[in-house]
């Protein structure tokens, strides 16, 4: 799921972190943003101690030196990330995410067949203290949090889906499909058993991302194919 800058780093993982060492993918670059694909298992920023420095992040920055942060996608999530190469660029890009102009579509494959073929999730997020960093749903005390989906082909065993985040809460995503009763396959998290543990990696990826370009405020869209 996408965060903004200020949303806390992921808890420490531990020594199980092995990021892939697959070369930067860069989707495009100018004078003011760099789109990147970001491969599954790497962290978007660095982690508590010196094993969780290795992060898209870092290797950006050694490719582009101004590069600055904007967004976050989870450490397993994969895909379209954009990053300001100006500060101009930082604070244009950062107002966009904030005040939920930008547009952003996710590929996911879930358990079971979802139905209908199209809804929407409208259910408030807050962190699940006794369990960080799981999130679940909280009528109380949680965020309010929207998201849309969209069956693309379907099975008694999996569907593929379509999804439209209104609002960026952590884990939003992953939450909201696992109280449809579909969590998303390979989820270390949310999922269980056989849809948990039969899969690679977690099958969420960042496919398109469309906001205004911070020279000129022309609408942009960028997007990477999921690798799943």
Request: hydrophobic residues 35%; charged residues 25%; glycine residues 8%.
């Amino acid at each position: 799921m996408t965060r903004t800058p200020d949303t806390p780093p992921e808890p420490d993982i531990g020594s199980a972190y092995d990021p892939p060492q697959t070369p930067l993918s860069v989707i495009h670059d100018d004078h003011e943003i760099l789109i990147i694909d970001k491969p599954s298992g790497l962290l978007s920023v660095p982690g508590k101690g010196a094993h969780l420095a290795d992060c898209l992040l870092s290797r950006v920055q050694e490719a582009f030196p101004t590069a600055l942060l904007v967004h976050r996608l989870d450490r397993d999530t994969s895909g379209v990330m954009v990053f300001a190469l100006t500060p101009h660029a930082q604070r244009h890009l950062g107002l966009q995410f904030e005040k939920r102009q930008t547009r952003k579509t996710y590929v996911a494959r879930v358990a079971g067949r979802l139905e209908p073929a199209t809804g929407t999730v409208d259910l408030p997020i807050a962190v699940d203290w006794p369990n960080r960093p799981r999130q679940r749903v909280d009528h109380e005390n949680g965020r309010p949090a929207v998201t849309d989906w969209r069956v693309v082909r379907a099975n008694d065993a999996e569907s593929r889906v379509r999804l439209s985040p209104k609002t960026g809460r952590s884990h939003q995503l992953r939450v909201h499909m696992l109280a449809l009763g579909h969590p998303i396959l390979g989820d270390p998290f949310y999922a269980e058993g056989p849809a948990r543990d039969d899969h690679p990696r977690l099958m969420l990826h960042s496919e398109t991302l469309q906001f205004r370009h911070p020279d000129g405020g022309k609408g942009v869209r960028f997007s990477a194919r999921a690798p799943f």
